[in-house]
């Protein structure tokens, strides 16, 4: 098993821009969730689901969107970044319980 | 206003001793907790969890301790290898066991743990 994939591992963008953030897993994990990390700070919950189709905010959901067609994969798409968005995003899947496995994470410099 | 805050940035101890890393919350709500375990570019590694109705679980050199009534949990590492040098963050959540990933992170310790 790959576990938690994400793609792209950096990117810079420019204020204004968008991009589409890929997390996928091959657990068959109906849980995903997306956090990011900003610097000298814990995790906070942007979006998550718990099955295809079904997704919901979290903590910090202004400025992004998420969908989940299938059960493997979960992206996370940034419109009109602003330098607030800098930070590194986590993907995460589990089965029971809180977030078990995290993806190595996508930084993310908006300037 | 921070509900989960580790206290400690940092955090240095000599290999095979122990490693006590703690974690203190003020919402009495919270009913299940989490410790991760985080290397640089990496991402967080699920360490072990306890609920609310235990006050200690154990998994091989990992335990936790809760102490509900002080607000306060902690991670033991016994013996302490070098491999375990590490942030480790502690993370809380309702009754839903954190199903729903609204877990309220801490900051995090970064464990050093020299040979």
């Known amino acids: 098993n790959a576990g938690v994939t994400q793609t792209p591992k950096f990117r810079i963008l420019k204020i204004g821009q968008s991009m589409t953030l890929q997390c996928a897993q091959d657990?068959?994990?109906?849980?995903m969730y997306w956090y990011r990390q900003d610097p000298g700070m814990g995790l906070k919950l942007i979006y998550y689901?718990?099955?295809?189709?079904?997704?919901d905010k979290g903590e910090v959901p202004n400025g992004y969107n998420v969908s989940r067609s299938t059960t493997e994969d979960f992206p996370l798409r940034l419109e009109l970044a602003a330098p607030s968005q800098t930070s590194v995003y986590f993907c995460?899947?589990?089965?029971?319980?809180?977030?078990?496995?995290f993806g190595p994470g996508t930084r993310l410099t908006v300037l | 206003d921070q509900q989960v805050k580790q206290n400690s940035p940092s955090l240095s101890v000599q290999e095979g001793r122990i490693s006590i890393l703690n974690c203190d919350y003020t919402?009495?709500?919270?009913?299940?907790f989490l410790w991760y375990k985080k290397y640089p570019a990496e991402g967080p590694t699920f360490l072990i969890s306890?609920?609310?109705?235990?006050d200690k679980n154990e998994d091989g050199r990992f335990t936790v301790f809760l102490n509900k009534s002080a607000k306060h949990l902690s991670l033991h590492i016994v013996p302490s290898q070098p491999g375990d040098s590490a942030v480790y963050f502690c993370?809380?959540?309702?009754?839903?066991?954190?199903?729903?990933?609204?877990?309220?992170f801490g900051k995090g310790t970064k464990l050093s743990v020299k040979p």
């Open positions: 995460a899947s589990k089965v029971a319980g809180g977030p078990k496995f």
């Open positions: 657990m068959n994990h109906n849980y």
């Open positions: 689901s718990v099955g295809a189709g079904i997704t």
């Open positions: 919402n009495s709500m919270f009913d299940y």
């Open positions: 306890i609920s609310s109705i235990k």
């Open positions: 993370a809380a959540s309702g009754r839903d066991g954190g199903s729903q990933g609204n877990l309220i």
